[in-house]
């Protein structure tokens, strides 16, 4: 069994809104070094393609709320433009490299040099399982089973400059997988609560704590033991 979504447009409201959870988000902690300002998200589209999502497990089936296991497959065409200003002194080339490079360009400089840089993920590929609750007054919560990110693709600034390249790839992946683990399940249960509860729903539920997907399974299931309860937004319509 699988779910057919409703991938329409997403408004203009939506997508500000979530521009502005994602800045935030991507801003709390710690930073690398070489990042000397904010980071800002300039651009997103989720694209024309969404998830494709296959039932494994019901837990719970009602009228206005839904839980189950999912295996979540993700090869759509949405991406995400970042702006921020980079210190270029910290992705320097070991001194073995810089000897092999021609003496020119921000590498070269002497100083500290700050830039600006635009960057740009797509091609983003998620593969996994995921526990996934869903509730008109509750909102939607979901906990990855794994780490859903197989490849994203990394363009910037600094393209032209493979080693640059090559380290903005590693910590750009490493940085998503900590999103997708830690904050974007947060920023998408906010988002579900403000944009599918219905009309006069529950208007305390955005106070309290997110429903456990793990509800409805068994104790004695592995899915109901030792996991984090997260969160996510999905605009599905039905089943098949």
Known sequence: MSFKFNWSNFSEAFYEEARQLLTNALNNGNLPDSIVDRIEVKELNLGSQPPELDILE?????????????RIVYQGDAHIALQTKVQVNPMK????EISLQPRFGVLAADQPLIVPMLLRISQVRLRGTVLLSVSQHRGISLVFKNDPLESILVSSTFDDVPQVRLFLQREIENQLKVLFREDLPAIIHQLSLRHIRPKGGDPEAKNHPLESPHRGFSSGHPLARGHRTRSTHFSSTGTS
């Open 58 to 70: 019901v837990g719970d089936l009602g009228e206005d709320r839904f839980r189950g296991l999912f």
């Open 93 to 96: 080339l070991r001194r073995s």
